[in-house]
Structure formats: structure tokens, C-alpha cells
């Protein structure tokens, strides 16, 4: 479901004579729920007071799909989207996106220059990275006092029994489940690219296959978690400190075996207002926008300079940000980072093993 | 008007025009041949009526005849690879696909390869994308090698099998082949679990792959289900609707017609919010005690089952692969205390299950014995756990039912919301039978049912016909509820169309399952003609 927020900047005095310099429109679409906010606080609404723009914020679920519709019938709606690495990369392979010239990125507020401030594999052809953000396990305090500490427990229906939710992908699941079953996080992709790897992993994920309740947008995870119907579910960070800082939900993350990975943004080909895309993916990755989105959601921001920046969550000096950011060395000593390449060869085959999987 | 001779002569009339050799072409008022002023009139409001539906027909041909035929096409050609590598299309078209690769093809790979590399269009992705297809891994191949192609020099194959060892491997050849052939039967043959090899042959999917099948069996179970429950729920409705005093069934028309009319996203949530683990039904379950009786009905119903017909109940639980209760019963006695004292105290307890006479061991103790025998502690724990996992299947584990985001969900969810389609042609059939029917038999000295079974019901066919057709062709295509209600084993075959068009991409795909559903649906169409006669129908 498209939620269409339609955003109309601030009509103040002040702003009504910047309006009628630059005056325009943007559709901007990103992954909903408290990640568009976080986007919307930190870089619409600075970006409308400053240029006039009005901008159209669009929900998505992800992929390429849409992108690809809308290049290849030649009707371009979106001018600038939210994506996950591997979907750049295939993105820009397949043409969907405009290739970038990354020059036009300031330096940080630093004054570092832009290809060194930005955090080593974030920058791309087509692509700039706005966040890190990592999948993880979130259970509720309040059903599990002595709660799951590893990801070995995750798989663990003796220790911890009760329902999983899992992403109803082959993505991360595999990857956790590799890990849980004893696989160095280095050699994971090692052992997944075989076939005793891929039978390995399943044969873990069958262990817990009756107890998983799958769920496919961002925002039903911590709901399954608050309905009860999980006890413990894997879920992208920045919803389940959502849910804990602005809700007051009793979740605690477990960040071992997290799989981290990118968010970035890219321009469609043909993008009617690129020109203004353009203007406001420079505008939005400069450090202070960085900064302030990791005041609002806890996604690691892509530049180096912008974590000097980051101090506690908006309206509560007394949570600070840094230590529920996947990056935080306390949280990331058995991490794995999303590897686009090995997903971008593969996924046509695990996504089929993963539906014949779950079929059966 | 025209103006006839006909009939205005005298009786005498016939004979004097038998004598005439050729009567004088009638004529109208103005002169014209009356044949041809006819002709004339009939073709005028011929265009007219013609003129009146030629809208409805060309947005029959462009919104449905063109769009059908476009994917049904769709599903057969797939030119991603021939359009932007001809070179190598031509030079793999002469291939056997089984011997040696030749020079000629690297040659004709590298070239195409430096063509697509400096095309505006970038579609080196692309095609990657569709050799990936064929084999995982070739993706990164291609444009890996794309980047090296300008700098390759002759002999080719050498140049290539440097930059990357896998184009000596024959299977990325035949992947490229198959890749290669623009109108090819390999999506269609994908879509029913087989494999279009470089050869030219049809071999069926590995298992581990194989999913469309069981998927178009689902989906028709389901569709054949929800078509029986809507006739058993809805039969009885719709005769009240008919029999009842016009106030009465009027609350009735509107309480069928006031879901029909709500959205069906809403209808699918509410029963999210009945069902689910922590919902309305099961908690009402849970407070009252139900559950736990359930649970116990069937225990006792399997006890007597096996108690009675040892032989047919097996047969009917293997059959239907329903044992869960019989399982349960074994594990709510002996079996149970057996497996808990395993997963609890682990080795002590297998080693003291080991020490009973083999005769006084239950089922569960001599399945876990014999794997603590071969396989150790850790594999009878485990099959400890299986057995106690299977027991807990459906609320005696955990009290509650897992009614919703599986297939039962998918049923109680589509046969809500197809109901309606199956009531209301039931009730304009019914609404035409005549009551005083049902009375002259019972005068005759029928007895109630045979009135309803010999009398009624015969009448009443017609409706049912409609509304089965009706909703067996709605159920089979269904898509939101199973998406929202389904979990794993409750999708149906457009949860998985609609997967290959927004997430794998492989549209071409998508349209071969799209084209084989619709020729199931045109087989049902053809089956329901020939056993009901498609002229029996009636929708009101």
C-alpha cells in the first residue's frame, strides 16, 4: 500500500520568496513507517525551508520492480529512491539509474573530502549511502527476563521455545542461520556459495521451520513482537529502537550475528525533476543531515564526519544514540556485512530453493 | 413505407400467379426493389446496433483480447539476449550444445561483450541477469569479463579462460545457449517444474527446486474447497433469503449484501484480528476452556478410532496424512512422560530407558533409543524434540490454534469473503421456484426430504452451477487474502506470480504461469459444460 504524504513546506514570509526562486516538486520514496520520518525530519523539512521545493514522499517495499516498470514504460514518476545495496548495484548494471559524478559531493563538515569521509563501500557509480543499517533479533523484556544473548539461542527451541518471526526472504536468514550453526562470519559466503553450504543452512532453518511466522514489510516486526505472536523476531534495527525510544516497548536487540548492510540513494533513468534529485541527495548526505536522521532513528550515518554529531535521541537527553547504532564496537564483534555481489549472482536460484523450501 | 401486392388479390390470385413465368419484382413506393429497400432497412440498424456495442468490443479487444494474447506470447519469448549480443547469438545457434566451445564463439562472446560495455543503454546487466537465470553465478561472469573484453586479444578462448576459469566450463556455455534462443518453451517448461537444456531437451527441475506443481495443486485444492463450503454455507441462506416473509429476508439480502460491499482488505485484517494466536477466537477459546476440550475430543475421537477400526484409521491417517492427532495421543500418555524426561534430564534418562524390557517400552522410547544407540545422546535429544514438536503441532504444546497465516486461514478468509457469489445466484434461482411445487408433492404423499431431494433441490441446480463457476474462477486467481492470511503453506499461484513481477523480476515467467492458469481455468470452463451444460446456468 502507497501511504502519499504530501508535504508542503512551512508557508512562512521568509520562505515564500526562497519558494519563487526554486520552485518545483520532488518525489522522494523511501521504506515508510519511522524510517521515512527520520528522512522527513532530518532532510525534507531543512530541504524545503531552504530551497522551496515541494516534496512528495512515497512508500515502497523494496526491489526494483517499480523502477523497472516505470523505465521501461518510459514514465518516469520517482525522482529519487531509497535502495538496498544490491539493488543499486543490479540497478545500475541493468541502466534503471542514472550514473552519478560523485564530485559534486561536499567535503565533510570537517573538512575531509567527500571519498574519504564517506565510510569505505559506500559510495557507488549510481548510488550514495545515507545509512547503515543491519538486521538483528529483538525479543520483548517482559515475556523473556533471562533473555537470548547469542544467535544460537535464536535457533534454540529448547532454551527459548515460542514462535520466530523471520523476513520472508532467503536474505540474512541464511546468513544467521549459517552463523548459528557454528560458521565464522568471514567464511559465510564461502560455505553458502555450495551446495552443502545452502543444504547446511536449510537444515538449520529447519529446526525452527514450524515455529516461524514470516513477515515481509519493515513495520510488522516489532507489531508481531507487541501482539504476542512472536518471542523473539529478526527485524531491521532502526524499527525496533523505534518502537523501544518512541513507544516505550519493552524490546531489547541481540546484535550478534547482525548482518549489516547499506541504504543508498539513486536516481531513476529519466527521473523528470533529476536535476532537483540531484541537488537533494547532495543536500541530504552533507554531514549535518547524516547527523541529524541518527537523532531520529538508530541507522549509522555514511559519513565519518557525522558521528561527532550524533549525541541522543530527539526529545530525550537522557538516551544517547551511539551505543544502539549496529556500529558501535560493543555491538558489532560478530557482525557480517550484506555481500551485494554474492546475492546479486545468486538470488534467482535461493530465492527458488527458499519457496520450494517453504512450499513443501 | 412499402407497398405490397400481396394478399390484396381475390382468392383467384394463386392460380392467376402460378400462370406468370416470372412475377414482376415487387416494388416500394419509390420505385426500388422491395428486396433491396429491405436489405437496405435491415443493414441500416444492423451498422446502428453495431455502432452501439463497437465501444464495448474494442475495450474487449484492447483491455482483454490484445493484453491476454501480449503475455500468453510473453511467456514464449525472451529476446534480453539475442537483442543486445548478436554476435554470439549466431555463432551458438550452429552449436550441438555438447561438444567443445569453438574459438569462433569466444571470438564472437568478446566482441559482444566490448559492444554491450560501450552500448548507451548499459545492458550488459541485463543480459547477465538473464544467463544468471539459467545458472547462478554467471551474472558476476559477465560483467566481470565485460570490463576485460576491450583489452582481450586473439586466440580468444585462452584470453578468456585467463580472465576467468568458468568459460571453460561447458554448463555456462549451455546456460548462454539456452539464454540465447529468443522464442523458447523454457518458461512455460519452468512454470511446471521442468528444464529446457542447451540440447533441446525438456528434463524436469531438480527436487530441491521443483515448487510450481505442488503450488498449482494448492491452489486448486483450495479453490475446489472454498467452492464446496461456500455451496454447504450458502444453500441454507440463500433458502431462507427465498422462503421467508419479504421483511425477513430483506434483513437478510442486506446482512449478505453489507460484507460484499465493505472492502475487502478490511474483511481479510478483521479476520487477522479474529484469529491470530493472541486474537478474539482464541482467547474466548483459551477463557472458557474450549480449547483444552477440543484438544481433548480428539484425543478420545482417535483413542476410539484406533480402538474400533485399528486398520482403517492408520489407513485414513497415513492417507491423509492427518496423524497429528493419533500422534498425540500416543505422546499425551506414556510417550509424553518418555520424551519430557529425555529433554530434561538427557543421558540419565535415555540410560535408564534403556534398562526397561524392550516389550514395556512405548513407541517414542524405542524410536529415541535406537537413534541414542546409533547416533548418541545429542541425535535423541534432538528426535525427542521432533516428536514433542510434532505433539505440540496445534495447541497441545502451546493451548492455543494456529488458525490464521496458513492454509486454514486462506479457507475461512476466501470463503468469507466469496460467499456472497454463492448466495446470491442460489437466491434469484430460488426466488423462482414456485412453493406451491413443494406443496403438490407433499399432497402427493412425498415425504419432506424427498419433496426438497426429488422436487426442490432439482430446481435449485442451475444456481448452484453459477455460483460454483463463479466462485471456483475467482478462488483459483485469488490474490490479497492468501498475500495477507497465507504464511508458508497457504499461498496460492498469484502470490507467486505476483513474486516473479515485483521481486525476482522474471516476467517472462510470470506470464507463463499467468498463461497456464488461465488454460486451467478454460479446462474447468470446458470440464463444467460437459458434465452441467454451461445452458443450465442461471444467474438469475
Known sequence: MKLKHILIGAVSAATLSSAALAEGQLTVVSWGGAYTKSQVEAYHKPFIAETGVQIISEDYNGGLAEVKAQVEAGNVTWDIVDVELSDAVRGCDEGLFEPLDLSMLPAGADGTPAEEDFIEGTLHECAVANIVWSTIFAYDTTVLAEGPTTIEDFFDL?????????????????????????????????????????????????????????????????????????????????????????EGKPFKIVWDGQIWDLDLWAIPKGAPNAELAKQFLVFSTETEQLAAQASWISYGPARKSSAALVSHYTDRPDLPMAEHMPTAPENFTRALQNDFEFWADRQDELNEVFNAWLAQ | MAVTEVGTDAPGGEARKAKQPKPAPLLAADGTPLRKKLRQALMLSRMRAFALVAPLLLFILIAFVIPIFAFMVQGFYDNEYAKFMPRSTEALADWDGESEPTEEMYAAMVADLVAARDHPDRPIGRVATRVNRELSGTRSLFTSTARKAARMEAPFKDAMIKADKDWADIETWQAVKVASTAWTPAYYAASLDFKYTATGDIVRQSEDRRIHVTLFLRTLEIAFTVTVLTILLGYPVAWLMANLPLRTSNLLLILVLLPFWTSILVRTTAWIAMLQGQGVLNDVADWSGINSMIVWAELRFAELGDMLWPSVWQEIANRFDVNLAYDRLALASLCANDVNQVLNQGQGALDGLAQRAAADLTDCATEMLAIYNANGVEAAVAKARELKADAGFAGYGDERFSMIYNKTGTLIAMTHILLPFMVLPLYSVMKTIKPSYLRAAKSLGATNWVAFWRVYFPQSVPGIGAGALLVFILAIGYYITPALVGGQDGQMISNFIDFHMRRSLNWPLAAAMGGVLLIFVLFFYWLYDRIVGIDNMKLG
Open chain 1, 158 to 246: 529448547e532454551k527459548f521455545p515460542g514462535k520466530r518471526g523471520m523476513r520472508k526472504s532467503p536474505k540474512a536468514n541464511l546468513e544467521m542461520a549459517l552463523i548459528a550453526d557454528g560458521v565464522d562470519p568471514a567464511e559465510v559466503y564461502d560455505v553458502l556459495a555450495t551446495e552443502e553450504g545452502i543444504a547446511r543452512a536449510f537444515a538449520k532453518l529447519d529446526t525452527i521451520k514450524d515455529q516461524i511466522v514470516w513477515w515481509e514489510a519493515g513495520a510488522q516486526p516489532p507489531q508481531l513482537l507487541a501482539d504476542g505472536e512472536v518471542v523473539m523476531t529478526t527485524a531491521y534495527n532502526g524499527r525496533v529502537f523505534n518502537a523501544f525510544a518512541a
